[in-house]
């Protein structure tokens, strides 16, 4: 392998590192999720899961914030104490 080859290596290894660390990186915030009531980004809403369980109250950047109630549906999995 000769000069010009270890330079053109060296520079695909580095263009390929490049791409994947951009197209990685995920957004600044957190995705919004599904939401019942609100959009679940940010201010008041109402979110559901699969299993049931219910939180009414505050959202910022598509995550829990502030205040709020939680309600356990009886359909949902337990963790054994």
Same mark, same amino acid.
């Given at each position: 392998?000769?000069?010009?080859?270890?330079?053109?290596? #060296?520079?695909?290894?580095?263009?390929?590192?490049?791409?994947?660390?951009?197209?990685?990186?995920?957004?600044?915030?957190?995705?919004?999720? #599904?939401?019942?009531?609100?959009?679940?980004?940010?201010?008041?809403?109402?979110?559901?899961?699969?299993?049931?369980?219910?939180? #009414?109250?505050?959202?910022?950047?598509?995550?829990?914030?502030?205040?709020g109630?939680?309600?356990?549906?009886?359909?949902?999995?337990?963790?054994p104490?």
């Open positions: 392998m000769d000069i010009q080859d270890e330079y053109v290596l #060296k520079r695909g290894l580095k263009i390929l590192f490049l791409l994947l660390v951009l197209t990685s990186a995920g957004p600044v915030y957190a995705e919004c999720v #599904k939401c019942i009531v609100g959009d679940c980004c940010n201010g008041w809403s109402v979110y559901e899961d699969a299993d049931g369980n219910r939180y #009414k109250g505050a959202f910022r950047d598509g995550r829990l914030s502030g205040k109630n939680q309600t356990v549906s009886a359909a949902a999995p337990r963790i104490a």
